[in-house]
């Protein structure tokens, strides 16, 4: 059985079953959160955007906003029947795409995305078994809810799996 | 006004026909700069969600080079010019004066070349701007990247993403006409500057 790929675009998020592939296209800043759990083989793919809701004048859209993000995310896929506590964690993104001279640290927003990400998977009591972030290059990811593996394409550094 | 989402077709006809005298300007000082005509396209305002926002520009697969500027102050704005890599060649060959095809690879001179590019049409295309709002904006330097179209963007779009849940992208493509050459430039205010643009232009 072929069935396309389920693309989650900027400041979105989806959770879905095996044997279905989620997918999200030039991660910059911006960072990709895959979720898996391993024994009813639900995923999720959030595409995270900024680093923290509270800072923010406009949080109608969850998925935006790493704190709020995650939290949606789990939500979404306990309905699909995962079991929180089982859950495991793989994550790419948080580049740099622009180099200002003398950018302040509201610039490095990658960075701080990246961050609030990890900072927000450690309060759910969620394992991060790979990380692919950093760097001042755009990313391509594929999440299998199958088994759980993370295609991260790229244009100037190739394609891996973790 | 809360969200670009709220803009109706009048402030929409407003704002693009801002946008065709500010990049009318810049097409003029391109040209020059080229020694070649260079024609534009009718502008677009698009307004979209951030997750659809991609469909507007080719896919955010697509290798382009991106130089971008921030305008900070008054009326912050984002300003984006993109050129498909497959052209950016072209470009600097037109920019050097040399014979087309003649650049391979990008170096320090050429990335320079280009940071220039985008520092002229933005300064023209503010010039125009400034003229009719009476406002003075001071752009930042350019930046510059050559990767994925929505990796680019999207570091762009969270200086608005504090703000909304939309993106109001104006866009104008400058066209080269023998060879086809076309760069896309993106105006992206904040919604507190899209608020005094359209209170000038008398749309609000």
């Given at each position: 059985?072929?069935?396309?790929?389920?693309?989650?675009?900027?400041?979105?998020?989806?959770?879905?079953?095996?044997?279905?592939?989620?997918?999200?296209?030039?991660?910059?800043?911006?960072?990709?959160?895959?979720?898996?759990?391993?024994?009813?083989?639900?995923?999720?793919?959030?595409?995270?955007?900024?680093?923290?809701?509270?800072?923010?004048?406009?949080?109608?859209?969850?998925?935006?906003?790493?704190?709020?993000?995650?939290?949606?995310?789990?939500?979404?896929?306990?309905?699909?029947?995962?079991?929180?506590?089982?859950?495991?964690?793989?994550?790419?993104?948080?580049?740099?795409?622009?180099?200002?001279?003398?950018?302040?640290?509201?610039?490095?927003?990658?960075?701080?995305?990246?961050?609030?990400?990890?900072?927000?998977?450690?309060?759910?009591?969620?394992?991060?078994?790979?990380?692919?972030?950093?760097?001042?290059?755009?990313?391509?990811?594929?999440?299998?809810?199958?088994?759980?593996?993370?295609?991260?394409?790229?244009?100037?550094?190739?394609?891996?799996?973790? | 006004?809360?969200?670009?989402?709220?803009?109706?077709?009048?402030?929409?006809?407003?704002?693009?026909?801002?946008?065709?005298?500010?990049?009318?300007?810049?097409?003029?000082?391109?040209?020059?700069?080229?020694?070649?005509?260079?024609?534009?396209?009718?502008?677009?305002?698009?307004?979209?969600?951030?997750?659809?926002?991609?469909?507007?520009?080719?896919?955010?697969?697509?290798?382009?080079?991106?130089?971008?500027m921030?305008v900070?102050?008054?009326?912050?704005?984002?300003i984006?010019?993109?050129?498909?890599?497959?052209?950016?060649?072209?470009?600097?060959?037109?920019?050097?004066?040399?014979?087309?095809?003649?650049?391979?690879?990008?170096?320090?001179?050429?990335?320079?070349?280009?940071?220039?590019?985008?520092?002229?049409?933005a300064?023209?295309?503010l010039?125009?701007?400034?003229?009719?709002?009476?406002?003075?904006y001071s752009p930042s330097?350019?930046?510059?990247?050559?990767?994925?179209?929505?990796?680019?963007?999207?570091?762009?779009?969270?200086?608005?993403?504090?703000?909304?849940?939309?993106?109001?992208?104006?866009?104008?493509?400058?066209?080269?006409?023998?060879?086809?050459?076309?760069?896309?430039?993106?105006?992206?205010?904040?919604?507190?500057?899209?608020?005094?643009?359209?209170?000038?232009?008398?749309?609000?």
């Open positions: 059985m072929t069935t396309e790929p389920i693309k989650v675009g900027m400041a979105d998020l989806r959770a879905a079953p095996a044997p279905l592939t989620l997918i999200t296209t030039g991660l910059g800043s911006c960072v990709g959160v895959c979720l898996w759990d391993p024994i009813t083989k639900v995923g999720g793919l959030a595409h995270i955007m900024l680093p923290d809701s509270t800072q923010s004048r406009s949080i109608q859209n969850k998925a935006k906003y790493a704190d709020t993000g995650v939290t949606l995310l789990i939500e979404e896929m306990v309905k699909l029947g995962a079991q929180k506590g089982r859950l495991v964690a793989k994550i790419a993104g948080g580049a740099q795409m622009f180099n200002f001279p003398g950018a302040s640290n509201v610039m490095r927003i990658g960075e701080r995305n990246t961050e609030a990400v990890k900072k927000c998977l450690e309060q759910e009591k969620i394992k991060i078994l790979a990380e692919d972030t950093g760097g001042n290059f755009g990313r391509t990811i594929e999440f299998s809810t199958t088994n759980g593996q993370l295609l991260i394409k790229t244009i100037s550094k190739g394609e891996k799996v973790v | 006004m809360k969200d670009f989402s709220e803009l109706n077709a009048i402030q929409l006809d407003a704002l693009k026909e801002i946008s065709n005298i500010g990049a009318g300007n810049a097409a003029t000082s391109l040209s020059l700069m080229l020694g070649r005509k260079i024609d534009m396209s009718v502008p677009k305002a698009n307004i979209a969600p951030f997750n659809q926002i991609m469909n507007y520009l080719g896919g955010a697969e697509s290798e382009v080079a991106g130089g971008y921030r900070d102050g008054e009326s912050p704005m984002g984006l010019f993109l050129i498909p890599k497959d052209q950016v060649y072209f470009f600097i060959d037109l920019i050097f004066g040399q014979p087309l095809g003649t650049t391979q690879d990008l170096n320090e001179m050429h990335f320079s070349a280009l940071k220039e590019i985008v520092n002229i049409l300064g023209s295309y010039n125009a701007l400034s003229a009719f709002t009476q406002q003075v330097v350019p930046a510059l990247a050559i990767d994925m179209a929505g990796a680019i963007l999207g570091e762009v779009l969270q200086q608005i993403g504090e703000f909304s849940d939309y993106a109001l992208v104006i866009e104008n493509v400058f066209i080269e006409q023998e060879r086809h050459i076309s760069g896309h430039f993106f105006l992206l205010p904040e919604p507190k500057t899209l608020e005094l643009l359209l209170r000038t232009l008398g749309v609000l």
